[in-house]
């Protein structure tokens, strides 16, 4: 009986993460959403994390804001157009 009850308070848990957080997915994700989702995530990390964002700069021989406005830019469509749905 704990069993059933830690289950659905598990699954509970998760359908509220999932709703709250557009990251975490959800069982119709297809691929492209959820590699698109990582991506954007990276570069949202990168950006926020100054000492990754100035590596990247020296890395690249860039200015900072150079190289936050590439992120930007990468954000938009990070893996190309969604493929067709098959119907």
């Not at 069982?27 to 990390?45: F, I, M, P």
């Not at 926020?48 to 200015?63: D, S």
């Amino acid at each position: 009986m704990a069993m059933e009850a830690s289950r659905f308070n598990f699954a509970s848990q998760w359908e509220h993460l999932q709703s709250k957080y557009v990251g975490t997915g959800h069982g119709d994700l297809t691929k492209h959403e959820w590699v698109t989702n990582q991506k954007r995530d990276t570069y949202a990390s990168f950006i926020g994390h100054n000492h990754i964002l100035n590596y990247f700069a020296i890395v690249e021989n860039e200015a900072v804001g150079r190289m936050k406005y590439k992120f930007q830019e990468r954000m938009i469509l990070p893996c190309g157009p969604a493929p067709r749905a098959e119907e």
